[in-house]
């Protein structure tokens, strides 16, 4: 029934674009069940899950050339900088981790990218989160806890719906009304396209799942003097982005944890603490025996705000991230990130220097199964091969 078509790209693609392309072609037609690009970038192929031709087809293939127009077009290779590099770091394991995680039930699916982790992977996520909170604790950073929900009106005074309205997670409740509960209560089943309840059953969306951690912090800032100038936080929370056909096991989830440390205040107290926060995590990477590097790099925004947030993030450093190397795929992943926001939030949100001029901010946030996950698939799910400090941790 499926179908595989080719799609020349108006605009060649070049190689530095070619896995940000792809991963936004997902977001193009709900008709595609998978996007590859080639390695050159010449060549598009779609795998659609019922035929298309005619007018339909130049509708999709239209809609792929947009893609390909807004992200390519004018767009130039970033300079990365390489701030460390232990990607040669020597591991013992090469495997693909998954089928382990899978069969000893320390991994199981519910849906695409929601997934129950077990003891062995707990275990070593409180290993790890133990470091993060150490590291949190080396700067004084005063704890916090946040909410999972967040509020529509928090993520548009900080332009988020423009920047990443592809990821986003709504949340709906039935509205206040007898007729439409006793509907649902009676009538609610879920078929092939999800819950069969008509929209009109669900009130307006006022929140949404939110997509970090540290925006919380910043928000409940808003709005007046910053109390003391400076401030160093830290907490751990849910996260939400939903990465479509890119949902990839503990790799990339639409539901998963990060724990940050974030810093509001001047310009120098949040860089000099970014820059501090790397030099300490490097000394506890290599206590671990973690192959990674250290690389500037920029975020995934939705293709009218790639290019030009892109070049800017790239062009003032404000992201880097640590990216470990996954033996089994020749490949790294992003395991945590050192960003600094400049005076974005402190603009946004009107939170003030005792001058009167915007703070700074910037954050350290850690994805906690990402780190499991690279942890794993260089060490393998047998501790006796583990680096001794983990062992001896999670034991
Ligand atoms: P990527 O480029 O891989 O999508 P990101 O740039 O969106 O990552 P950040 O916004 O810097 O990620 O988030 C901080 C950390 O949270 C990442 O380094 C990663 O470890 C983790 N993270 C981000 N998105 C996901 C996801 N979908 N699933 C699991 N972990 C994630
Ligand atoms: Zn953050
Ligand atoms: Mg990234």
């Known amino acids: 029934m499926s179908q595989q078509i080719e799609i020349a790209p108006a605009l060649p693609i070049p190689a530095f674009l070619v896995g940000e392309v792809q991963s936004k072609l997902a977001y193009v037609d709900e008709n595609i069940a998978a996007a590859r690009l080639s390695a050159q970038g010449e060549v598009i192929t779609l795998t659609l899950r019922r035929p298309v031709e005619g007018p339909d087809r130049q509708a999709l293939e239209a809609k792929v050339q947009r893609v390909v127009q807004a992200m390519v077009a004018g767009a130039f290779k970033p300079k990365v900088q390489v701030l460390e590099d232990y990607s040669d770091r020597p591991v013992p394991y090469r495997g693909d981790p998954n089928a382990g995680l899978l069969e000893r039930g320390e991994m199981f699916q519910e849906a695409a990218g929601i997934f129950t982790l077990g003891p062995l992977v707990s275990r070593l996520i409180a290993f790890f989160e133990a470091q993060f909170v150490a590291l949190a604790d080396s700067f004084g950073a005063a704890p916090y806890r946040f909410p999972t929900l967040i509020p529509a009106r928090f993520l548009e005074r900080v332009h988020y719906f423009r920047a990443f309205p592809h990821s986003l997670t709504f949340v709906t409740h039935l509205r206040e009304d007898l007729d439409v509960i006793d509907d649902f209560a009676q009538h609610a089943a879920c ?35 910053l109390p003391g100038g400076s401030l160093a936080a830290t907490a751990v929370g849910n996260c939400f ?26 310009k120098d107290f949040v860089l000099q603490n970014r820059e501090t926060g790397r030099q300490r995590m490097r000394d506890f990477f290599e206590q671990i025996g973690l192959a990674y590097h250290v690389e500037s790099a920029n975020d995934p925004f939705f293709i009218g705000e790639f290019k030009k947030q892109a070049a800017f993030q790239s062009a003032f450093q404000l992201k880097f991230e640590i990216r470990a190397r996954l033996p089994f795929k020749d490949s790294t992943l992003a395991v945590g990130s050192y960003n600094y926001h400049q005076d974005f939030f402190g603009r946004a949100l009107n939170i003030t220097l005792p001058d009167g001029s915007p703070v700074h901010t910037g954050c350290i946030a850690f994805g906690l199964e990402r780190m499991a996950y690279a942890f794993l698939a260089q060490y393998g799910l047998e501790t006796a091969a583990w680096p001794e400090a983990v062992r001896k941790a999670v034991a």
């Open 191 to 225: 078929g092939e396209d999800g819950l069969n309840a008509p929209p009109e059953s669900f009130a307006p969306i006022q929140t949404l799942l939110s997509p970090a951690v540290c925006y919380h912090l910043y928000f409940s800032l808003a709005d007046r003097p």
């Open 241 to 266: 982005r939903y990465e479509s056909l890119n949902l990839a096991s503990l790799e990339r989830m639409w539901n998963f944890t990060m724990r940050e440390v974030i810093f509001v205040g001047p």
